[in-house]
């Protein structure tokens, strides 16, 4: 079983930044495709960023591409989204996951484990 714990969320001007953080336990992820999702209040949680288990495969929602950066650690079990140029339509609950499959996926009933998420908002 793998447990995913988020961080890093917050309160942020709009232009500004936020770094979140997924850390995995229960067993290494390293093998596993991770992803990040998001959902706004009053709507349906969307997909945001996802990479392979190498990092060497990424996409992203073209509502983020350029100001979002996905990575991980595999050493550390973690995965991270860097999220610069932040947007009022941002603000959302930031949900990462994790598929028992090395690569990425922007579909959301492929991960078979999900954090609680962490809040994001994103004043204008």
């Known amino acids: 079983q793998v447990q995913l714990v988020e961080s890093g969320g917050g309160l942020v001007q709009a232009g500004g930044s936020l770094r979140l953080s997924c850390a995995a336990s229960?067993?290494?992820?390293?093998?596993?495709?991770l992803g990040w999702f998001r959902q706004a209040p009053g709507k349906e949680r969307e997909f945001v960023s996802t990479i392979s288990w190498s990092g060497g495969s990424i996409y992203y929602a073209d509502s983020v591409k350029g100001r979002f950066t996905i990575s991980r650690d595999n050493a550390k079990n973690t995965v991270y989204l860097q999220m610069n140029s932040l947007k009022p339509e941002d603000t959302g609950v930031y949900y990462c996951?994790?598929?028992?499959?090395?690569?990425?996926?922007?579909?959301?009933?492929?991960?078979?484990?999900w954090g609680q998420g962490t809040q994001v908002t994103v004043s204008s």
């Open positions: 229960g067993r290494t992820v390293i093998t596993y495709g």
């Open positions: 996951a994790a598929r028992r499959s090395a690569g990425p996926d922007t579909r959301e009933n492929v991960y078979d484990y």
